[in-house]
């Protein structure tokens, strides 16, 4: 599996850290403990195609969100995401 | 048919050409007192301790493909009880008690080979956290013996003692813990939970669960046709959260590859199952020869059954660092499989919020050892609709009432476990 880096180039998916699903959007302080336990805990897990989280330690350590089916491991798209920490509480 | 010396003698008289099927090729049923989805090492038995323990009987295990044709034949086939961790460390020896007895509870040969497990470590650090690990087996009446470097000489003398980055001080020994072969396992639990009138149903893919007005599930939906069922049970681990969809369920799942490897036979080399402290590598030598080994998780989501070449790399690289010796062996065969990871590295053995389901899920990749304590527990749940003491912590709401069983301490990142 190699991931198309923006910035990079293809590399191998050695030099990337994978921090998960892209959905999960941190909740307002004061949502509760459903919504935390649902946003720490719960995954759809999805077979297919998926939004993801990597980052690119080994390389221009930038956040990219790569599109990818998890059932055949292509890759559709992978995009930059400036601060996608930041990003994850803003939404 | 009964197993024996005398059958194994009949049969060779005839030249092997006249041995029974193992388990029959039934047609599915109408309805069953339960359905256990997923006819891995689980969920049969699962099944053989229903009707064996419990006296239900009237049981069909369905397998979409061939049974064992999952992670229970894809494991590294590691037995061991050498846990830290109340909740943990009781099942687990309860189902290395259940392997011990195995063979003749099954009449079947496992190959179960309790030839010890070896953890090294490397630092003064790691020595102490074994340490502990150890006090705390034998507190709970299992056998360990914290060994230094001479003690682990004897065993391994091949291994690479004085690497200069992570010498090898010594290890923490499981001698009960060992290997069994891993097909013969699923093999021996169809073969004795079919003889009790268990159907064990291949081929039968389950496509979505029936529910009365209620919510309660009647039954499951499948490519043979709608079979009825008083209770359903999922073991599907790689395949929870799939399986748990149908019912309208989330997880704290996510599905990952664990690639393992075997070598082309050599000499006995190998004593027992060695695991090197500093990396994540763990091998044993199979009865054919094989160096069998395996290492991390690839780390990313995934259904494919196959990994990518950096944990190869990765993986191989542990092996050189531990025992240079293998450095010119050949990689004979590796493959991949799909694991359950939760978000503690802890199972789930529960009831679910949906009437009339259970779920036994969240293996990570320590599976295999469990199979024989996970199917006693489950089918105590099913059967009695009552938590097993051994497997009480195993709650599937214990993440939403911070009672996690984090062995690592990794918290809620499911790659790292």
New interface residues.
Partial sequence: ?RIACPFCGPR???EF??L??AKPKRPAPDAG?DAF?DY????????GE?E?L?YHGGGCRSWLKVRRN????EIFSVEPVAGAGAQKVAS | MKYSIFSLARAALSGHKNWPRTWRDPEPQKQYDVVIVGGGGHGLATAYHLAHEHGIRNVAVLEKGWIGSGNAGRNTTIIRSNYLLPGNIGFYEMSMKLWETMESDLNYNAMVSQRGVLNLYHSDAQRDAYARRGNAMRINGIDSELLDQAGVRKLAPFLNFDNARFPIQGGLLQPRGGTARHDAVVWGYAHAADKLGVDIIQNCEVTGFTRDANGKVTGVETSRGTIGAGKVGIAVAG?S??VAAMAGL??????HVLQAFVSEGIKPLIPGVITFGAGHFYVSQSDKGGLVFGGDID??????QRG????V??VCEGGMALMPVIGRVRLLRQWGGIMDMS?DGSPIIDKTPVDGLYLNAGWCYGGFKATPGSGFVFAHLIARDELHREGARFRLDR??RGAMIDEKGQG????LH
């Fill in positions: 599996m191998e998916n050695g850290s994978y998960g699903d403990q336990y720490v805990y719960l995954r759809d897990n999805v077979a998926m993801e990597w998890t059932v055949t491991h | 395949n959260s799939r989330r997880l704290p799942i996510e599905s780390g990313y989501n995934s259904y494919a990518n070449l950096p944990v790399e990765d978000m993440f939403q809620a990142q499911p790659n």
